[in-house]
């Protein structure tokens, strides 16, 4: 998936070329569809339905660079795409309007069930039904390392960084953003490409 | 970073929660959301032991109890669960009332989602240009690592402030596995646990 075909570079015109320019209101209405269909999960395959089946706003290889670009960069994996979604057809303005098409109903949802959260937490039957839903959750949160290692435990160097990582945090709690500005550049230096 | 850090970790329970009244608190945890915003790798999750951190150590909106509560809401509701902070930023304003913590909420997930979005858009934007870079490359190879490292770190972080008895710890494996090795839904995982905990089958 990182790895594009060779045509990618100059995809974006083409890609373009051949789908609709959707409108703001478009987009907006586009991107509830893709946040109401996903209510019960798998969102990254409804949007690819929506957007590239339903609506053709991009091909599919555009939409797929658009999940590499979404997952290298900083920010929530689907709201990135969402991003990407709109900046494509109207820059920033395109991107706001996307984001809030895909937040508004899900982030209202939240907000009403935080205030029911807050006004029922001291009940005993919520209580004990969070306890439970906790621990699968914590479950969840376990799995995402597993997740990701098979890609790096071939690399010691990957392995090292990953565990020098774990250690500094978890023992000697370093907090995040002095742990990624000390590691990241020395990691980037050691990735960096070289010609051979 | 800043002048509330001083109280983290001195007093883990009975501390007092930050007044947001006062716009130099304010300002730094606005601040705080946006300059943890840029750190947000792998999709967000690499901040939640941040996220407890703030809450619970340094601001005191919360007890870890209600941010492990707070942590399996936004997992089990609908969307993007990295809205938890829409979360946090509610609950440290709830007390003035549900409108000032609709607020806040909403603030703090803007003030979140806003660095990262204007990142993302000049990426896209870029992209045709960035993507053979020797430094998307190093970033990509680079980071990758480091993320893993933190994600392993953040699940270790939950499941201990999830403060289990023995079968909830089973639970949870079975859970890590099943998430592993199949594909159900994670929906019915959380569906089941929450009947387990009804029943007082697991507890904390």
Same mark, same amino acid.
């Given at each position: 998936?990182?790895?594009?075909?060779?045509? #990618?570079?100059?995809?974006?015109?083409?890609?373009?070329?051949?789908?609709?320019?959707?409108?703001?209101?478009?987009?907006?209405?586009?991107?509830?569809?893709?946040?109401?269909? =996903?209510?019960?999960?798998?969102?990254?395959?409804?949007?690819?339905?929506?957007?590239?089946?339903?609506?053709?706003?991009?091909?599919?290889?555009?939409?797929?660079?658009?999940?590499?670009?979404?997952?290298?960069?900083? *920010?929530?994996?689907?709201?990135?795409?969402?991003?990407?979604?709109?900046?494509?057809?109207?820059?920033?303005?395109?991107?706001?309007? #996307?984001?809030? *098409?895909?937040?508004?109903?899900?982030? =209202?949802?939240?907000?009403?069930?935080?205030?029911?959260?807050?006004?029922?937490?001291?009940?005993?039957?919520?209580?004990?039904?969070?306890?439970?839903?906790?621990?699968?959750?914590?479950?969840?949160?376990?799995?995402?390392?597993?997740?990701?290692?098979?890609?790096?435990?071939?690399?010691?160097?990957?392995?090292?960084?990953?565990?020098?990582?774990?250690?500094?945090?978890?023992?000697?709690?370093?907090?995040?953003?002095?742990?990624?500005?000390?590691?990241?550049?020395?990691?980037?230096?050691?990735?960096?490409?070289?010609?051979? | 970073?800043?002048?509330?850090?001083?109280?983290?970790?001195?007093?883990?329970?009975?501390?007092?929660?930050?007044?947001?009244?006062?716009?130099?608190?304010?300002?730094?945890?606005?601040?705080?959301?946006?300059?943890?915003?840029?750190?947000?790798?792998?999709?967000?999750?690499?901040?939640?032991? %941040?996220?407890?951190?703030?809450?619970?150590?340094?601001?005191?909106?919360?007890?870890?109890?209600?941010?492990?509560?707070?942590?399996?809401?936004? %997992?089990?509701?609908?969307?993007?669960?990295?809205?938890?902070?829409?979360?946090?930023?509610?609950?440290?304003?709830?007390?003035?009332?549900?409108?000032?913590?609709?607020?806040?909420?909403?603030? #703090?997930?803007?003030?979140?989602?806003?660095?990262?979005?204007?990142?993302?858009?000049?990426?896209?934007?870029?992209?045709?240009?960035?993507?053979?870079?020797?430094?998307?490359?190093?970033?990509?190879?680079?980071?990758?690592?480091?993320?893993?490292?933190?994600?392993? #770190?953040?699940?270790?972080?939950?499941?201990?402030?999830?403060?289990?008895?023995?079968?909830?710890?089973?639970?949870?494996?079975?859970?890590?596995?099943?998430?592993?090795?199949?594909?159900?839904?994670?929906?019915?995982?959380?569906?089941?646990?929450?009947?387990?905990?009804?029943?007082?089958?697991?507890?904390?």
């Amino acid at each position: 998936m990182g790895r594009a075909p060779a045509a #990618a570079g100059s995809e974006a015109a083409p890609g373009l070329a051949s789908s609709r320019r959707p409108s703001h209101r478009e987009l907006f209405m586009g991107m509830q569809q893709v946040a109401l269909s =996903s209510f019960g999960g798998g969102l990254s395959a409804w949007s690819q339905r929506i957007v590239v089946e339903e609506r053709q706003w991009l091909d599919n290889e555009a939409f797929m660079t658009g999940l590499t670009v979404a997952r290298l960069f900083p *920010g929530p994996n689907q709201i990135n795409m969402a991003v990407y979604i709109g900046s494509r057809f109207h820059g920033l303005s395109g991107a706001l309007v #996307a984001l809030a *098409g895909m937040l508004l109903l899900p982030f =209202s949802v939240l907000m009403l069930l935080g205030l029911a959260y807050f006004e029922l937490h001291m009940v005993m039957a919520v209580d004990r039904v969070l306890a439970g839903v906790i621990t699968a959750s914590a479950g969840m949160a376990l799995s995402m390392g597993f997740k990701l290692v098979g890609g790096y435990n071939r690399d010691p160097v990957a392995m090292l960084l990953a565990a020098g990582s774990f250690v500094a945090m978890s023992v000697f709690h370093v907090r995040l953003i002095p742990l990624v500005l000390v590691t990241g550049p020395l990691a980037m230096a050691w990735y960096w490409p070289r010609q051979r | 970073m800043s002048l509330t850090a001083l109280a983290a970790g001195v007093a883990a329970q009975a501390c007092t929660p930050v007044h947001l009244g006062d716009w130099r608190n304010l300002l730094a945890v606005i601040w705080d959301f946006l300059s943890l915003s840029l750190f947000s790798l792998g999709g967000g999750n690499t901040l939640l032991s %941040e996220y407890h951190h703030m809450a619970v150590d340094q601001y005191c909106w919360l007890s870890s109890r209600q941010f492990a509560d707070i942590y399996a809401i936004a %997992e089990a509701a609908p969307g993007p669960s990295s809205m938890i902070v829409g979360l946090l930023g509610m609950a440290a304003a709830v007390r003035e009332g549900p409108l000032w913590g609709v607020l806040s909420g909403v603030a #703090a997930e803007a003030a979140i989602l806003l660095p990262s979005t204007l990142v993302m858009v000049a990426a896209s934007l870029g992209w045709s240009r960035l993507r053979d870079s020797p430094w998307r490359v190093a970033f990509e190879r680079g980071m990758g690592p480091i993320t893993l490292g933190i994600l392993f #770190a953040v699940g270790l972080k939950i499941l201990r402030i999830s403060d289990h008895d023995t079968p909830a710890y089973a639970v949870s494996a079975l859970v890590c596995v099943l998430m592993l090795r199949t594909r159900i839904s994670p929906l019915w995982f959380m569906a089941v646990a929450g009947l387990l905990g009804g029943l007082g089958l697991v507890n904390r």
